[in-house]
């Protein structure tokens, strides 16, 4: 079930479990989500870390300890986001934010894989990154979801020159985007868009209203994220 689609909520999951004879509290069905490695869509809800993971973040984390604002300000992030209305409209989004700002959107349609991911990162993130930096040499950031971590999608890095940035697993409370996704998601519910047309239109509205103050006050939280981790021996922070 969650395989076949990776942005349920918690209580979607477990209404499905349910009804296919598996009685289970909220707790386990998140428990066992996080073991499969995958992420649902739950609000203000720290993910679960091994000690592995943990130990990778701290690393990780101390190997940034002392990149200066203007070292994160030469990064690109980009995220998918799948937002919905009612059951069955819903609508998956590629967007990039970097210090100067946000990027394109990108709405895509059926899954994700390293192919289509790709094609976005050819027709989208080059011509803004290329609008951005130029020629000037960049760093390239996104998680380890399986169409970022493909060897397809390292060669297709290699073949374009980008630096990406090694990323430890588990870790939204270290990438910025994760919190303009959320000033989305508050302007959507005050939207309240009923049609997958209108949807969108929100979507669109509520990125562009999104300022390059914003997205550089972001961008100047990353030491104190990094101060985070490194304080709570890799466990996940208040960010």
């Known amino acids: 079930i969650v395989e076949k689609d990776q942005f349920q909520t918690l209580g979607d999951l477990r209404t499905q479990w349910t009804e296919s004879g598996v009685e289970t509290s909220r707790a386990t069905v998140y428990r066992r989500v996080q073991e499969m490695g995958y992420r649902c869509r739950i609000p203000h809800v720290k993910p679960l ?11 990780w984390a101390t190997e940034k300890q002392h990149w200066t604002v203007a070292q994160w300000s030469k990064r690109e992030m980009p995220k998918c986001l799948k937002s919905s209305v009612k059951y069955p409209q819903s609508v998956m989004v590629w967007g990039a934010m970097s210090a100067a700002g946000v990027g394109p959107l990108c709405f895509i349609k059926g899954r994700v ?18 609008k951005l930096y130029g020629d000037e040499d960049f760093i390239f950031q996104h998680d380890l979801a399986p169409a970022h971590s493909a060897k397809t999608t390292g060669k297709w890095f290699t073949d374009h020159g980008i630096t990406v940035l090694n990323w430890p697993a588990n870790s939204p409370d270290l990438n910025p985007i994760e919190n303009l996704w959320d ?6 519910r005050d939207a309240k868009p009923n049609t997958l047309d209108k949807l969108k239109a929100a979507i669109e509205a509520s990125w562009a209203s999104i300022t390059p103050q914003q997205c550089q006050r972001l961008i100047a939280s990353m030491p104190r994220r990094i101060e985070a981790v490194i304080s ?3 466990f996940p922070t208040k960010y």
């Open 183 to 188: 000033i989305v998601k508050r302007k959507l």
């Open 232 to 234: 709570a021996k890799g």
């Open 113 to 130: 894989n390293a192919a289509s991911y790709q094609e976005i990162l050819e027709h989208f993130m080059l011509p803004f990154a290329e």
């Open 49 to 59: 870390l091994n000690q592995k993971q943990r130990q990778k973040r701290l690393t």
